[in-house]
């Protein structure tokens, strides 16, 4: 710990010049804008700014990625209070709360409130981030071909269940599409080329950010021309620096809240939208004041906005330790890691270990970046809201076109940008998440090389594949997520209930 403890001194000693600090600013302050305009996501964002850095050197391109991952975030919280519709989808929750105090008149209360949360959230999720990491790492030392193709599948059952809440197995099938898309093209192990029907381009396989950048880029542009157009509420800000006791009367709830957004951001391709509602939840169940909740509960808004930018941070946890995203934006920078010749993974900690404490520095840097940001030039940052998509959308997709074309000047990957933009609006339409379809994408390559290498090794036995430890307990979390969810197992779930309490009553 203490050599982690320096390394991230080091790291943060080394960022401190002139030149990186105005790298910080103007990120996160691009962030915080990106997320506060309704229809552009955090991960529309970082993944068209991956397109944009990917000639710059690693450090340089993952810090500016880094700050407007967290400022996106946390920009959303803006749009969410004063619009009542939030800027990203991790601040859904920010909007039951931020955006009645608003009405009350109290918006500049809460967006002191929220950027306070954020930036505690933040913090909490900074320091989890370098606590569990390098253990994370050490214990992915245990894992082998085998574990790796069971965390693949879980990492997409799991994320089918809690981007689709309603029907899991959209879900699920919206993943096992990713899978699929990603066998596409030239495999890793015999160069065998497959599902390309004789086409050259899709020989080479689908590109992971031009699909991305169609998913949440153009489908967002799709959304946004569809929606109708939003009204900004005309209330004076005035002070927006809370007062220390209104923080430290939820100092619980902050605490609670950042740990369950650290944790749930962790969990592969969840993702912070998720966070925000079961801190949300959770801050409501053990409040004393539950009767405020939906009408302008500061716990409320402090739980759901600590909750998702934890989750930023957290989401980094698994890309770092086993090179499998947390969340979609995260996604986007895993990408960016191995663009710029970055291989986090298992063998991180012993190949680059200082690498881990650099991105927890950054992360540091973007947080305060966004507290300082988040409290000044606010009246002028409102004007951003009033933006016409008229003039909006053209810039997004010259952006989407250009980040597609740049990335290898091909034209066939803008028609992917193009074929997944439409893709993505669909299954919205539909109700399909789109975030477990790109974490199959990721996921496919690593599911694919796995299982072919893993039955290379046990000379096409499946046994291994069911007697390791470590693969019994992911095979028990991936039957167990997938039957939690089913009718009658919660309706023996019901019935257990109601047996104990009929007897605690007895």
């Known amino acids: 710990m203490f050599d982690g403890i320096l390394m991230f001194l080091a790291s943060l000693g080394g960022f401190f010049s002139f030149k990186v600090i105005f790298i910080v600013l103007w990120s996160t302050q691009l962030g915080i ?3 506060m305009l309704p229809g552009l996501t955090a991960t529309m964002g970082v993944a068209l700014m991956t397109t944009l850095t990917y000639k710059m050197p690693a450090d340089t391109a993952v810090l500016i990625l880094m700050c407007m991952y967290i400022g996106a975030i946390y920009g959303g919280s803006r749009s969410a209070i004063l619009l009542n519709i939030p800027g990203t989808p991790a601040n859904a929750a920010t909007s039951v709360d931020g955006h009645p105090l608003a009405l009350q008149g109290k918006a500049g209360e809460a967006i002191g409130i929220a950027t306070t949360g954020s930036f505690l959230g933040s913090i909490i999720g900074m320091f989890m981030l370098a606590f569990f990491t390098p253990i994370l790492g050490n214990f992915a030392l245990d894992f082998q071909s085998y574990e790796f193709f069971w965390l693949a599948i879980f990492g997409i059952i799991i ?5 689709a809440p ?4 959209k879900g699920w099938i919206a993943g096992f599409i990713g899978l699929f898309i990603a066998m596409i093209g030239m495999e890793g192990i015999h160069a065998h080329i497959r599902y390309s029907f004789g086409n050259v381009n899709l020989s080479g396989g689908i590109d992971l950010l031009p699909a991305m950048v169609g998913a949440f880029g153009m489908a967002e542009i799709l959304n946004l021309m569809k929606s109708p157009r939003s009204v ?6 005035k002070n927006v620096f809370p007062h220390p006791r209104q923080v430290l009367k939820y100092w619980k709830t902050i605490l609670r809240s950042g740990v369950i957004g650290t944790f749930v951001g962790a969990i592969p391709g969840v993702g912070e939208d998720i966070a925000a509602w079961v801190s949300y939840d959770f801050a409501k169940r053990g409040s004393k004041e539950k009767k405020l909740f939906g009408k302008g509960s500061i716990e409320g ?3 759901s906005e600590t909750g998702n930018n934890a989750a930023a941070a957290g989401a980094v946890i698994p890309v770092l330790s086993l090179a499998i995203p947390g969340s979609a934006p995260a996604a986007v920078l895993l990408a960016a890691m191995f663009i710029h ?4 993974g298992p063998l991180i900690m012993i190949e680059s270990p200082e690498f881990v404490y650099k991105v927890v520095a950054m992360v540091f840097m973007a947080t305060c970046a966004m507290m300082i ?5 606010v009246k002028s940052l409102v004007k951003v809201l009033q933006v016409p998509r008229t003039k909006l959308i053209p810039v997004i997709f010259t952006l989407c076109v250009m980040g597609s074309y740049a990335l290898a000047s091909r034209t066939f990957d803008v028609k992917v940008m193009i074929f997944f933009g439409i893709l993505g609006y669909l299954m919205r339409e539909m109700d399909y998440p789109v975030a477990p379809m790109i974490l199959g994408i990721i996921l496919g390559g690593i599911l694919d090389k796995n299982l072919r290498r893993a039955l290379v090794l046990s000379d096409g036995s499946f046994l291994p594949f069911v007697s390791r430890p470590i ?3 992911l095979i028990f979390l991936t039957i167990f997520a997938i039957i939690g969810r089913t009718v009658w197992f919660g309706k023996l779930k019901k019935q257990a209930f109601q047996m104990i309490f009929k007897k605690k009553e007895v």
């Open 301 to 303: 808004l402090i739980a």
């Open 373 to 377: 940001l988040g409290l000044s030039m």
């Open 341 to 344: 010749g970055i291989r986090p």
């Open 33 to 35: 804008i990106v997320g």
């Open 159 to 163: 994320s089918g269940n809690l981007t």
């Open 232 to 237: 900004v509420i005309n209330t004076p800000i």
């Open 166 to 169: 309603k029907d899991p197995l």
């Open 471 to 473: 693969c019994l307990v």
